[in-house]
T-cell receptor, first 116, second 112 residues
């Protein structure tokens, strides 16, 4: 059972470049989300999805796009990378519904992204 | 002011000590309170989950929630070097998407 898998683990980009951070889960979780973690800031929600075809914005959505075509995958796209997007990005998933609201979120091990 | 405040540490204690980690918050709508442990270069993993006020114990870990003071705590008894990690508090209300709000994390070091 792989859980939540994020790729790549590390990436360096130049300002203005675009890229996609991949996230896949094999637990049949409906709820998936993307966070960024910056020193002293904790984790901040970027976007989330409650199921295939449904996405919504979190606390810090600007500069990022998401889509959810399958239950398993939830990619995060940086359209035009900026130095302010240098961060560690975490994908998480959990069950939804009555049982899901009390279920823990399972996190991947993160993608460390540097924008030069 | 952040919604959730957490002392960043680092907090250094000797092995076997009792550790107290704390968070304060400002949003009275928060009802669900969690503590996550995060090892270096890993994702957070859930340690404790508490609904509303009260205490919850799980092995060496005890979580306390005082909603009247907007204050939550995590106690670790008989701390071990393997407890060395960053501890994040997180909380949410019954908001759309059940979004979590995280504290900044406290780095704990337990010395043998």
């Amino acid at each position: 059972n792989a859980g939540v898998t994020q790729t790549p683990k590390f990436q360096v980009l130049k300002t203005g470049q675009s890229m996609t951070l991949q996230c896949a889960q094999d637990m049949n979780h409906e709820y998936m989300s993307w966070y960024r973690q910056d020193p002293g800031m904790g984790l901040r929600l970027i976007h989330y999805s409650v199921g295939a075809g449904i996405t919504d914005q979190g606390e810090v959505p600007n500069g990022y796009n998401v889509s959810r075509s399958t239950t398993e995958d939830f990619p995060l796209r940086l359209l035009s990378a900026a130095p302010s997007q240098t961060s560690v990005y975490f994908c998480a998933s959990r069950l939804t519904g009555e049982s899901g609201s009390n279920q823990p979120q399972h996190f991947g091990d993160g993608t460390r992204l540097s924008i030069l | 002011q952040k919604e959730v405040e957490q002392d960043p540490g680092p907090l250094s204690v000797p092995e076997g000590a009792i550790v107290s980690l704390n968070c304060t918050y400002s949003n009275s709508a928060f009802q669900y309170f969690m503590w996550y442990r995060q090892y270096s270069r890993k994702g957070p993993e859930l340690l404790m989950y508490t609904y509303s006020s009260g205490n919850k114990e799980d092995g060496r870990f005890t979580a306390q929630v005082d909603k009247s003071s907007k204050y939550i705590s995590l106690f670790i008894r008989d701390s071990q070097p393997s407890d060395s990690a960053t501890y994040l508090c997180a909380m949410r209300g019954n908001n759309a998407g059940n979004m979590l709000t995280f504290g900044g994390g406290t780095r704990l070091m337990v010395k043998p």
